[in-house]
């Protein structure tokens, strides 16, 4: 099983300019993107020449500190704000029922893979015990950590009742390892001792994705995407569509059911469609 690592760059200096308008941070996350799927692609036919090629153009742009600068810059309340409100917003029938948790010393546990901060809504909420982890951490309490290699849990006490992987799966550069991924989450998941009054909602992930993936994909559409949750035993609870990103929170109520694949087959043509997809063997 590939790392999250695997194809992602070497660390570099970081902008200098945390000012950058929104139209510059967009297109230094586009090209970042853009440029990882290319070297991705050069990894997997050993060409070493692109390869070497490529990271200096990843590195030229300042390597994955600045991709997670802009980052943070894109979750700025003035350019969209940040992703976890709206996991906040869909839990908040909950809310009585968390805080009795967190009073008596047994608080949800929350999982975010690629955090980028310790105060987001979900952080500054206090209805969980938040775990933070990003291949590059930029802040006290995000621990440097490949979720894809990730100790796996020994005990309930080690699983999470949500799972956030917010502009995540994006990222990560091949359609089988995006698939390997959402199956990941499923061994992190908290199935056992979940509080009977949150068993309705819990456990969950929570997983935001640019709209467009799925939205203007030539191998997904929502219809694929939902296929493919079910196929691992996640249902839909909740959906936000917006003109940049596509927010979803699975509630899981299964198990992966056996012999169900999906390969990368053309759903939509037209030129104007990306190739995001995702493989499930």
Not at 14 to 34: D, E, M, V
Not at 186 to 202: D, E, S, V
Request: charged share 25%.
């Amino acid at each position: 099983m590939k790392s999250l690592a695997h194809g992602r760059p070497p660390l570099a200096k970081p902008l200098k300019n945390a000012t950058i308008s929104s139209k510059a941070t967009r297109t230094l996350i586009r090209s970042h993107h853009n440029l990882e799927k290319q070297k991705a692609k050069a990894l997997a036919e050993k060409d070493h020449v692109k390869i070497a090629a490529l990271t200096e153009q990843i590195e030229a742009q300042g390597g994955i500190e600045s991709y997670q600068k802009a980052s943070l810059l894109g979750q700025a309340n003035d350019r969209g704000g940040d992703s976890s409100r709206v996991l906040v917003e869909w839990l908040a029938p909950l809310t009585e029922q968390l805080q009795n948790l967190a009073a008596n010393g047994r608080p949800a546990r929350l999982l975010e893979v690629g955090a980028l901060s310790i105060t987001n809504a979900c952080s500054k909420s206090g209805l969980f015990d938040v775990e933070r982890i990003d291949l590059n951490s930029q802040a006290e309490g995000i621990k440097q950590q490949d979720f894809m290699a990730r100790p796996l849990p020994q005990d309930g006490k080690e699983r999470f009742d949500v799972i956030s992987l917010s502009l995540v799966l994006n990222y990560v550069p091949d359609a089988i390892g995006k698939g390997q991924m959402l199956l990941q989450t499923l061994k992190f998941l908290r199935t056992i001792g979940t509080p009977t009054t949150a068993k309705h909602m819990f456990p969950c992930l929570f997983l935001v994705l640019p709209a467009p993936c799925v939205l203007n994909s030539r191998y997904m559409d929502e219809g694929r995407m939902e296929s493919i949750m079910q196929s691992l035993g996640y249902e839909m609870l909740q959906k936000k569509i917006t003109n940049k990103l596509l927010y979803y929170l699975w509630h899981l109520t299964g198990e992966v059911k056996p012999g169900i694949k999906f390969r990368k087959e053309e759903l939509r043509s037209g030129k104007t469609r990306n190739n995001f997809a995702i493989i499930i063997k």
